[in-house]
């Protein structure tokens, strides 16, 4: 298939790019390069470009004959959307309103849209299934779970297929640990550990410890990469029988912050100063996923159910990328 990979130079974006040209398929990246990496998508179709342009979009879609859209183009920072929501309504919610504009004028149906475990806000019920009630607590979450709905909308009219994935906490280097994470500025746990781990920071923080848990820190589920984008190909193929889905995407298994911190020390072999302090506004004490649905309709399957192997390939991104990606 040719596929628009949104966003594609990005994170996420880059390792499905990646995955999508070595299953056959025919990815072209469209980026505005203000977040993604031109040099994370090497030797494939790219198009600099804003998805929120539709004249523009359209003539993508047309000339490149798309036959499915991949969505990862969203802003990704919850306390940046509280500080500047409208810029989240903008890019998450308004350009992803055109980019389904632009894909019914050019006729393409097909819709892969990555969306987020944020969409629960703070649920009472634990592990989280799909079907928990959707109360976000941030402008991000919010986003993510209006165009959701959108997507509900649209499909009723007959004019789009498509599949929702409700990420966890994606982690992790793909394909030989090549393609990990280089966010500027960097928020993700795992990747500020590590640059703690390489002296590239003084400390790692731990936002509270007197949580309900075993430790007293937060417990998440980490997913990585390419179990993440497995799920997206699976979610693909799916869409030529089901015209809607949705999906939690994790492992199921919770560590704490401590464990993730002890991980990195392990894998790593150093040492770094971790300071203690107040719990941070909205933070839960555990969210894991429920993926079983995932496992039964999609035949889903994780590769890297274990924290260490994640860790790893993090960790061997970025000594290998010490600075991140080239300019």
Not at 30 to 59: I, W
Not at 128 to 155: L, N
Not at 253 to 276: A, C, H, L, N, P
């Amino acid at each position: 298939m040719r596929i628009l990979v949104c966003g594609g130079a990005g994170y996420i974006g880059s390792n499905m790019t990646a995955m999508l040209t070595r299953e056959g398929h025919k990815p072209v990246v469209f980026d505005n390069l203000s977040k993604g990496h031109r040099t994370a998508v090497k030797d494939v179709e790219f198009v600099q470009g804003d998805f929120g342009d539709l004249g523009f979009t359209v003539q993508t879609l047309k000339k490149y004959n798309i036959d499915a859209v991949m969505h990862f183009a969203a802003f990704i920072e919850v306390g940046e959307s509280v500080t500047e929501p409208l810029r989240y309504y903008d890019n998450n919610v308004s350009k992803t309103r055109t980019l389904l504009e632009a894909m019914e004028k050019a006729g393409v149906e097909k819709f892969v849209f990555s969306s987020t475990a944020a969409v629960y806000g703070m649920p009472d019920t634990i592990p989280i299934t799909e079907d928990v009630v959707k109360a976000p607590i941030s402008p991000y979450g919010e986003t993510k779970w209006a165009v959701e709905r959108m997507c509900g909308f649209q499909s009723q009219t007959g004019r789009l297929r498509y599949a929702v994935l409700r990420y966890f906490n994606a982690c992790g280097a793909g394909f030989n640990a090549a393609l990990g994470e280089d966010h500027r500025p960097e928020s993700h746990l795992i990747p500020l550990i590590i640059q703690a781990a390489m002296g590239k920071r003084d400390n790692i923080k731990i936002f509270g410890t007197d949580y309900p848990t075993e430790d007293g820190t937060c417990i998440r589920d980490y997913i990585h990469i390419e179990d993440l984008c497995k799920a997206h190909l699976l979610a693909l193929k799916k869409l030529e029988s089901e015209s809607e889905q949705v999906y939690n995407l994790g492992n199921g298994t919770g560590y704490s912050v401590r464990q993730v911190i002890d991980t990195v020390r392990k894998i790593s072999g150093k040492d770094f100063s971790v300071i203690e302090t107040d719990r941070r506004p909205g933070d839960p004490p555990v969210l894991t996923a429920d993926a079983t649905k995932a496992r039964t309709e999609l035949g889903w399957t994780t590769d890297y159910p274990n924290l260490e192997a994640i860790v790893e390939s993090a960790w061997k991104f970025h000594t290998d990328h010490p600075n991140g990606y080239e300019s």
